[in-house]
């Protein structure tokens, strides 16, 4: 399917094992069980995991200094931030103890030259970390793109960020604030993504 077409009653349910629950006319994906099946086999607080291959965010796994503390977007990732070298198609199951070692108990990943991962106690959550993790990869290609150097952020400021970060919250912003208006704003667009 494509993207623009899937909606609530098209994803498939698995269960622990990859196997498809109910009636699905479509496949699961043997690529992505590795990696969903990975984080919710150890981290009971993983109501859901985000994985994308978006070119930003692609390129920003793919380079060698991985995510940079160029901007207050991405100092405010990167307190969260996990690295997993790629191993190639994440179609074997043997990968899985080396992903949950890496992201631990992070909430946000960069799969080396693969893509990016975010994990949450909700969807909501799950989806502004992915929001923020895509817009700073975004503004990290963008401000490369331009040559030159980046005006530095003083080290201080840098640890300012991350102890916000840190501080959580992330819940409540995702819950209370940005889903909601998301979903409201889904429902003016288009509102057939709830059936």
Request: with cysteine.
């Amino acid at each position: 399917m494509m993207f623009e077409e899937i909606t609530a009653s098209s994803l498939v349910k698995v269960d622990a094992d990859g196997n498809a629950l109910g009636n699905s006319p479509y496949a699961v994906n043997p690529a992505g069980f590795t990696i969903h099946s990975a984080v919710h086999e150890v981290r009971e607080d993983a109501g859901c995991v985000i994985h994308l291959h978006t070119p930003d965010g692609t390129a920003v796994a793919t380079s060698s200094t991985g995510l940079l503390p160029l901007n207050q977007t991405a100092q405010l990732v990167l307190p969260d931030l996990a690295y997993h070298d790629y191993e190639g198609v994440a179609l074997d199951l043997d990968e899985r103890p080396r992903l949950q070692r890496d992201l631990s108990r992070h909430n946000i990943m960069l799969l080396r030259n693969h893509g990016t991962l975010t994990v949450g106690r909700s969807v909501a959550e799950a989806f502004l970390r992915m929001y923020l993790l895509e817009r700073a990869c975004t503004m990290q290609v963008r401000t490369f793109a331009l040559g030159g150097t980046p005006h530095p952020t003083a080290p201080a400021v840098i640890e300012k960020n991350a102890a916000l970060a840190q501080g959580g919250g992330m819940s409540t912003i995702a819950d209370k604030l940005v889903w909601p208006a998301l979903l409201r704003k889904l429902d003016r667009v288009d509102p057939s993504f709830r059936n």
